[in-house]
């Protein structure tokens, strides 16, 4: 059966429409991507490991920062203001020491679906209440710790703001802002060739034992990738609390240079991963 030329015509058009619509996109992909299949890590390590902990809870200070320290182990801490003023001497140490201090949010909005979000649930937060909230939480961090911050963690890990048609992620305003944004119970690592830096996945190592986050150590070196682990409380036991048996036997294990382990801080990393993955990384 002949078509009607009048839908050949219409036919062509659509088809046309779409091959101009994915050029400008793939372009654009190309230059924000930057992937680099010839990523290496640096000293011929084979992965990147960061630990990351939330909140400033105050066994952070108490407990978890000691045992990092005796180890030589750098982290990143997210920190909520009103649980950094409650140890404000002991956090000004972790940055001296060479910790890295990132922004957690003000109020740490969440859904309003958790009972304790109801005042700050995301569902009602506009982009310009997100934009002074981070503002105001990054220059309390510059006036107590002397630092600004530029590592961000999203609370709840979730990324958005507003219900239904209005409901807009917050993601570009992370990325007009920090070097990285991290998410949360996130299910595999970064590829540090491809991840984007405002949306760096968050693995859970609250409650793991050290059993359970070496195979994702072993499976992350495989592949190159760059594992970061999420926490909270540091301690021996309790709700939300990554254990201390587990974060020392990490410590130990990558800091054997037989594993070929760069274990580090998210901004030291990330500053290296950006460095890599621009024009002139390689040469």
Same mark, same amino acid.
């Given at each position: 059966?002949?078509?009607?030329?009048?839908?050949?015509?219409?036919?062509?058009?659509?088809?046309?429409?779409?091959?101009?619509?994915?050029?400008?996109?793939?372009?654009?992909?190309?230059?924000?991507?930057?992937?680099?299949?010839?990523?290496?890590?640096?000293?011929?390590?084979?992965?990147?490991?960061?630990?990351?902990?939330?909140?400033?809870?105050?066994?952070?200070?108490?407990?978890?920062?000691?045992?990092?320290?005796?180890?030589?182990?750098?982290?990143?801490?997210? %920190?909520?203001? +009103?649980?950094?003023?409650?140890?404000?001497?002991?956090?000004?140490?972790?940055?001296?020491?060479?910790? +890295?201090?990132?922004?957690?949010?003000?109020?740490?909005?969440?859904?309003?679906?958790?009972?304790?979000?109801?005042?700050?649930?995301?569902?009602?937060?506009?982009?310009? +209440?997100?934009?002074?909230?981070?503002?105001?939480?990054?220059?309390? %961090?510059?006036?107590?710790?002397?630092?600004?911050?530029?590592?961000?963690?999203?609370?709840?890990?979730?990324?958005?703001?507003?219900?239904?048609?209005?409901?807009?992620?917050?993601?570009?305003?992370?990325?007009?802002?920090?070097?990285?944004?991290?998410?949360?119970?996130?299910?595999?690592?970064?590829?540090?060739?491809?991840?984007?830096?405002?949306?760096?996945?968050?693995?859970?190592? +609250?409650?793991?034992?050290?059993?359970?986050?070496?195979s994702l150590i072993e499976d992350a070196k495989s592949k190159g990738s760059w594992l970061?682990?999420?926490?909270?409380?540091?301690?021996?036991?309790?709700?939300?609390?990554?254990?201390?048996?587990?974060?020392?036997?990490?410590?130990?294990?990558?800091?054997?240079?037989?594993?070929?382990?760069?274990?580090?801080?998210?901004?030291?990393?990330?500053?290296?991963? %950006?460095?890599?993955?621009?024009?002139?990384?390689?040469?």
């Open positions: 059966m002949k078509i009607p030329n009048h839908l050949t015509t219409f036919k062509n058009t659509i088809v046309l429409t779409m091959v101009v619509s994915i050029i400008p996109a793939q372009s654009y992909q190309a230059k924000t991507i930057q992937k680099r299949p010839d990523f290496q890590w640096p000293e011929g390590k084979k992965m990147g490991l960061s630990l990351t902990f939330d909140d400033a809870r105050l066994s952070q200070i108490d407990t978890g920062i000691p045992l990092l320290d005796k180890h030589g182990i750098k982290a990143t801490f997210y %920190i909520s203001p +009103d649980n950094m003023m409650q140890r404000l001497e002991g956090w000004k140490k972790a940055v001296a020491d060479g910790h +890295d201090i990132g922004n957690h949010s003000l109020h740490h909005p969440c859904s309003g679906n958790f009972a304790w979000s109801k005042n700050y649930a995301l569902e009602n937060y506009k982009i310009v +209440d997100m934009d002074m909230e981070l503002d105001s939480a990054s220059n309390l %961090i510059k006036k107590m710790l002397g630092i600004w911050p530029v590592s961000f963690a999203f609370p709840c890990g979730q990324t958005f703001i507003g219900r239904g048609e209005k409901t807009r992620s917050y993601v570009p305003v992370i990325a007009a802002k920090f070097e990285t944004g991290r998410g949360w119970l996130s299910e595999g690592p970064n590829d540090p060739s491809f991840c984007d830096m405002s949306q760096l996945t968050g693995m859970e190592l +609250d409650g793991k034992s050290f059993t359970q986050v070496l970061i682990f999420a926490g909270h409380e540091m301690n021996d036991r309790g709700i939300q609390t990554s254990l201390l048996k587990t974060i020392e036997e990490i410590c130990k294990y990558a800091s054997d240079p037989a594993n070929g382990i760069w274990i580090d801080n998210v901004h030291n990393i990330a500053a290296y991963v %950006i460095e890599k993955r621009s024009p002139a990384g390689n040469h």
